[in-house]
């Protein structure tokens, strides 16, 4: 009976530390757009294929016409020069768009 409670009240705190991990996890997952100089699709497929493999990057979302691209990363693995640095090893000019005003 004592090993019962022992494995149940083990196993709860170790749910309970998990949860805690995951939501950590959610609190340093950053996104930010950026404005580019791309014009067409292959652009765009140079992007796609580089900038999701910057260390914490999560998602990559590029749109053509408007000329942006979303990353949303891990801000405690990478920084928004980083990935701006990326951009430049394939020869794409990004700046981070600064947020509307309210």
């Not at 928004?80 to 990326?86: F, I």
């Amino acid at each position: 009976m004592k090993k019962l409670i022992i494995m149940c009240l083990m196993a709860f705190i170790g749910f309970g530390v998990a949860e805690v991990s995951a939501q950590k996890k959610d609190e340093a997952l950053k996104t930010t757009v950026f404005v580019t100089d791309i014009d067409c699709e292959h652009c765009a497929k140079k992007i796609t294929n580089t900038i999701p493999y910057v260390k914490g990057v999560k998602d990559v979302k590029v749109d053509v016409p408007t000329k942006t691209v979303t990353v949303t990363y891990d801000a405690t693995k990478c920084g928004e020069e980083a990935l701006v640095k990326a951009f430049a090893k394939v020869k794409i000019k990004a700046e981070a768009q600064k947020p509307a005003k309210k």
